[in-house]
């Protein structure tokens, strides 16, 4: 379990990473699972707003229905307007008069128990609703919603602990020290659907460190991130720190950003939503009381690069976990691959093998590796790009399964090989089960490490495979600024709060590291305090005496 090895606040505190469970047969966490999978599927949550501790239910609802099982209705939920909106706002300003004066032990106290909450007794509430809503399988629900989301509560008060203990120097007959404020307003935390652990981050990270949060939840997560905002309820948050409200993006968007009280952005979402967001902050500039800190994760295109002396068996396996791990729903998964020739035969063979191995259905079936797409949307968006590759002369589609969306928006894991280095599949982002791989000639070594770095705008994750360590550092030198997370004979995906703080910059965001002290500076605006002991009596200085 992840724990605080020391007492709160005390030197030496420091978080350990929770275990990831393994669900095997016979396991007391798979029947448990089972069951609160039998459990939640057997009945329909009402989710309202949460607006000040109270819970609204406005008259617009949204169904949630299951990927997997799209004729399965798990949740209606109200939408909040410009109305509500304005409400969350006032409920936020009133919240954190007490809120920013509470210590960050208490504080603190509040997360470590939501955090014991979670990896008890709340643990599988919040695995199968991620499950059945995002349908994530047993073991990407358990390493986000569990120990990822428990990760960050618990390493994030570690990291508020060691910012507060930076203190500035003090010289004799004086006392210096910094006070780390909240911003003076909310903060407005727009989440994807794609992580439970992302959506509870990017509310708590903030209200951790004294804000008090406008949280607009991903249509298609609002079950998971409901239940999270219930166990915080349950672990002493107090009401008005953090505000749920599930509606239209734009009309929320359109409200927040326009108040006088907006402090900041923490965003996780497409590239094209990041920008409209940042352009309407701008627009607002003149009516704030500060510049808002503006935090966002957004896009990627995410490469493996294999150099000619990679092992074939581990980069193969590497592709597979990357690729198509959560349907290639993830912002770190591998979607563009670089092969040399020498290579490709053996590597093509070997992953079509484990690509025919690849189950896909329903992911209360734990013999499944991947489930379905989010939604309709996602769906038509990945198979249209599918199918224009099948007919494409620069491409050719090398896997054989086909898109079904009769039940649930199932995509099988597909794989495409581009003879053009520069053809949008290894360009353009699709976050869905595709992975587009280029063959390479293994004399272009160099050309394709200034390939690899040219080709896409964004600049998340990207692996390098080979066993020759000039390789490695070569590749490391010339991708330097191609990838946030960089990954040395490792899949791009599976960061690790405390180990891999992640992030990209380019057009991936403004790379805050979430999972580390530098993403919670952000929610911070400190003062500086100077205290003398003894004050000048005399304004006049030494070398104003007489000679």
């Given at each position: 379990m992840t724990r605080i090895d020391c007492a709160l606040g005390?030197?030496?505190?420091?978080?350990?990473?929770?275990?990831?469970?393994?669900?095997?047969?016979?396991?007391?966490?798979?029947?448990?699972?089972?069951?609160?999978?039998?459990?939640?599927?057997?009945?329909?949550?009402?989710?309202?707003?949460?607006?000040?501790?109270?819970?609204?239910?406005?008259?617009?609802?949204?169904?949630?229905?299951?990927?997997?099982?799209?004729?399965?209705?798990?949740?209606?939920?109200?939408?909040?307007?410009e109305s509500q909106t304005r409400e969350?706002?006032?409920?936020?300003?009133?919240?954190?008069?007490?809120?920013?004066?509470?210590?960050?032990?208490?504080r603190s106290r509040v997360f470590l128990k939501a955090a014991d909450l979670l990896a008890g007794p709340w643990r599988q509430r919040l695995n199968a609703a991620t499950m059945l809503g995002q349908s994530k399988t047993a073991q990407q629900a358990e390493i986000d919603a569990a120990c990822?989301?428990?990760?960050?509560?618990?390493?994030?008060?570690?990291?508020?602990?060691?910012?507060?203990?930076?203190?500035?120097?003090?010289?004799?007959g004086l006392r210096n020290s910094s006070d780390y404020r909240p911003l003076e307003g909310f903060v407005y935390a727009v989440t994807p659907f794609n992580f439970t652990a992302i959506g509870g981050n990017l509310a708590t990270a903030p209200a951790l460190m004294g804000n008090t949060v406008l949280w607009k939840p991903s249509a298609t997560a609002a079950l998971s991130n409901y239940l999270f905002l219930q166990l915080l309820e349950e672990a002493g948050l107090p009401p008005g720190v953090i505000n749920f409200l599930p509606g239209d993006a734009q009309q929320i968007s359109a409200v927040a950003l326009a108040s006088e009280h907006f402090a900041g952005l923490h965003f996780t979402g497409s590239t094209a939503v990041f920008d409209q967001l940042w352009l309407q902050t701008a627009q607002n500039l003149p009516n704030y009381r500060a510049y808002?800190?503006?935090?966002?994760?957004?896009?990627?295109?995410?490469?493996?690069?294999?150099?000619?002396?990679?092992?074939?068996?581990?980069?193969?396996?590497?592709?597979?976990?990357?690729a198509y791990e959560y349907q290639g729903q993830k912002c770190s998964a591998a979607s563009r691959a670089y092969i040399p020739a020498s290579l490709w035969p053996r590597v093509k063979e070997r992953l079509l093998d484990l690509i025919a191995s690849v189950r896909v259905g329903d992911v209360s079936d734990f013999g499944n590796f991947m489930g379905a797409v989010i939604d309709r949307r996602a769906f038509e968006r990945v198979t249209a790009a599918i199918d224009a590759a099948r007919d494409d002369a620069q491409a050719k589609v090398l896997s054989p399964g086909r898109a079904d969306d009769r039940v649930g928006f199932f995509i099988p894991p597909t794989l495409i090989q581009v003879l053009d280095a520069g053809h949008r599949l290894m360009s353009t982002e699709l976050f869905g089960?595709?992975?587009?791989?280029?063959?390479?000639?293994?004399?272009?070594?160099?050309?394709?490490?200034?390939?690899?770095?040219?080709?896409?705008?964004?600049?998340?994750?990207?692996?390098?495979?080979?066993?020759?360590?000039?390789?490695?550092?070569?590749?490391?030198q010339v991708l330097r600024q191609a990838?946030?997370?960089?990954y040395l004979n490792d899949k791009p995906t599976g960061a690790v709060v405390g180990q891999q703080p992640f992030g990209g910059a380019r057009r991936s965001g403004t790379n805050d590291k979430a999972g580390s002290a530098l993403n919670l500076l952000r929610w911070t605006s400190p003062r500086t305090v100077k205290e003398t002991f003894v004050p000048?009596?005399?304004?006049?200085y030494p070398h104003m005496q007489a000679g």
């Open positions: 005390a030197p030496g505190y420091r978080a350990v990473n929770e275990t990831v469970l393994g669900y095997a047969p016979g396991s007391a966490e798979r029947a448990a699972l089972q069951a609160e999978l039998l459990t939640q599927s057997r009945q329909m949550q009402d989710i309202p707003l949460v607006i000040g501790g109270r819970e609204i239910r406005t008259s617009a609802r949204v169904e949630i229905r299951s990927p997997h099982d799209h004729g399965q209705c798990l949740a209606q939920v109200a939408q909040a307007g969350a706002i006032a409920a936020a300003a009133a919240a954190q008069r007490d809120w920013s004066q509470w210590s960050l032990e208490e990822e989301l428990i990760d960050f509560l618990r390493f994030n008060v570690q990291f508020a602990h060691e910012i507060a203990a930076m203190q500035p120097v003090s010289t004799p808002p800190r503006l935090v966002g994760e957004t896009g990627g295109k995410d490469f493996v690069l294999a150099h000619p002396s990679a092992d074939v068996e581990a980069l193969a396996v590497a592709l597979l976990r990357g089960p595709v992975l587009a791989v280029h063959v390479y000639a293994d004399a272009q070594w160099g050309e394709v490490l200034q390939l690899v770095d040219r080709t896409s705008p964004y600049a998340l994750t990207g692996a390098v495979f080979a066993q020759e360590r000039g390789a490695l550092v070569q590749a490391a990838a946030g997370n960089f000048a009596l005399d304004h006049r």
